[in-house]
């Protein structure tokens, strides 16, 4: 550029020279060279451009471009697979199907659950999971969802019945969603969960529930039969006596009476004799009849007994808790005894701290030697100091509605394991239920 306009004014006074001073043709050498030096610069400026423009653009060698190609590939493979791995890992199974209804995407837990491997049912249609009617009925609720937009179980969740590849019908716990891609795709995703084990799980709490209820009323009923047995064995006795009086009475009087009365008077003392044997076995029976006692886990049975009779307790913000020993060795008793009886205290317990301000329930095994023993403890209003000494009476009751014969037959099955039940004061404020059971129990007594 320098060049140029040296060799601009050069030419400039040149031409000045030549044509005497005039001017004219100087200034017009100047324009071109002004004119010159623009066109110079601008050019200048647009090969710079592109210098930087091809510094800054990817390599056009040969191969190059089916790399910048391969770069994303394998960068939605890498995602991909990362994706598959995902869905794998989870607990649940996860199927995804097409509008249609058939299986795009059936994961590991999928597989375990239902029996299938993934290549035996991609593409298939999701119905070959489900047992009859749904089966049948299944394409036509997708059908209807694309023609109406009514979703019936779509966002949310709910208990249905799936068959496995041997057929074998369970029930899942079923949610569906509904996937919609970017580039205008869609389907569906569930995600299902066994619960055949929670069925079994409930059924055998149904199942003990009602085995405690019947051992419940067989003991409530040989406790009111030992009750009865006692109490009538007087009336009868007094009977007898009093027959036997008369009988003599007459026999002695020689008056003129007729020859029956005697003789029926010996047949009411036989029938009421035979009467009293027959409640004096009963009542041998129900005490001192012999027991099956098998070594237990005290710790397991105190579990599955408070679950049971706490059922509901979270309802009315009763905080259970459990403090148990865990060096506790097996103890021989009868087991649906001592459950009952655990039954009963944490259900007069719960029962305690419905209307309580403060609503703790612990329940605490730990072993005390030669015993092992099982307090039930709870922050409720207590016991009346009337009541609390005739307690373990039958038919004494603190309840409105309550038979009075619970904690009387809770006492007699912990006296015939050769331990203890009674109750005391909670120094927090409550009350609180023991009873003890030897390591090494004594003969059963009833």
């Given at each position: 550029?320098?060049?140029?306009?040296?060799?601009?004014?050069?030419?400039?006074?040149?031409?000045?020279?030549?044509?005497?001073?005039?001017?004219?043709?100087p200034m017009l050498g100047l324009g071109l060279t002004v004119m010159l030096l623009a066109a110079f610069a601008w050019l200048q400026r647009q090969m710079t451009m592109v210098a930087r423009q091809n510094a800054a653009?990817?390599?056009?060698?040969?191969?190059?471009?089916?790399?910048?190609?391969?770069?994303?590939?394998?960068?939605?493979?890498?995602?991909?697979?990362?994706?598959?791995?995902?869905?794998?890992?989870?607990?649940?199974?996860?199927?995804?199907?097409?509008?249609?209804?058939?299986?795009?995407?059936?994961?590991?837990?999928?597989?375990?659950?239902?029996?299938?491997?993934?290549?035996?049912?991609?593409?298939?249609?999701?119905?070959?999971?489900?047992?009859?009617?749904?089966?049948?009925?299944h394409d036509g609720y997708l059908n209807n969802y694309r023609s109406t937009g009514k979703a019936k179980i779509i966002g949310t969740g709910r208990e249905v019945q799936a068959q496995h590849k041997n057929g074998t019908v369970f029930p899942i716990d079923l949610s569906i969603g509904e996937m919609r891609g970017p580039n205008g795709s869609s389907g569906f995703i569930g995600v299902i969960r066994d619960i055949t084990e929670r069925h079994q799980t409930e059924r055998r709490v149904?199942?003990?529930?009602?085995?405690?209820?019947?051992?419940?009323?067989?003991?409530?009923?040989?406790?009111?039969?030992?009750?009865?047995?006692?109490?009538?064995?007087?009336?009868?006795?007094?009977?007898?006596?009093?027959?036997?009086?008369?009988?003599?009475?007459?026999?002695?009087?020689?008056?003129?009476?007729?020859?029956?009365?005697?003789?029926?008077?010996?047949?009411?003392?036989?029938?009421?004799e035979r009467a009293g044997q027959i409640i004096r076995r009963l009542r041998s029976f129900v005490e001192k009849g012999p027991v099956e006692r098998n070594p237990e886990d005290l710790n397991r049975l105190v579990i599955e007994a408070s679950n049971l009779a706490t059922i509901g307790a979270r309802i009315d913000a009763i905080q259970v808790r459990f403090d148990l020993d865990d060096d506790l060795a097996p103890v021989k008793i009868d087991k649906i005894q001592i459950q009952q009886v655990v039954v009963n205290l944490v259900r007069n317990a719960v029962e305690a701290l419905r209307d309580a301000e403060r609503r703790d329930l612990t329940i605490r095994t730990r072993d005390d030697g030669d015993y092992q023993e099982v307090e039930v403890v709870d922050s409720g209003p207590g016991i009346d100091p009337e009541i609390a000494a005739k307690l373990f009476k039958p038919f004494v009751t603190s309840k409105k509605d309550g038979m009075g014969i619970g904690l009387s037959i809770c006492q007699s099955i912990i006296d015939s394991h050769g331990g203890r039940l009674w109750t005391e004061a909670n120094p927090e404020g409550g009350t609180i239920f023991r009873f003890r059971l030897p390591v090494t129990p004594e003969a059963p007594t009833s």
């Open positions: 550029m320098a060049a140029i306009a040296v060799t601009g004014l050069i030419l400039s006074y040149v031409a000045y020279r030549e044509t005497s001073g005039n001017w004219r043709w653009a990817p390599s056009r060698e040969p191969g190059s471009e089916i790399a910048g190609r391969k770069q994303p590939e394998a960068g939605e493979q890498q995602a991909a697979e990362r994706f598959r791995a995902l869905i794998d890992s989870a607990h649940d199974a996860i199927i995804a199907i097409t509008p249609e209804g058939r299986i795009e995407v059936f994961n590991r837990a999928a597989e375990r659950i239902f029996g299938y491997r993934a290549v035996e049912v991609t593409g298939q249609n999701v119905n070959i999971l489900m047992p009859q009617p749904y089966r049948r009925e149904r199942d003990l529930t009602a085995e405690l209820v019947h051992i419940s009323r067989l003991s409530a009923m040989g406790q009111l039969s030992s009750s009865l047995a006692h109490e009538l064995n007087q009336p009868l006795t007094a009977i007898m006596n009093y027959a036997e009086a008369a009988r003599q009475m007459m026999e002695t009087a020689g008056s003129d009476v007729p020859p029956q009365v005697p003789e029926f008077i010996a047949k009411a003392v036989g029938q009421a």
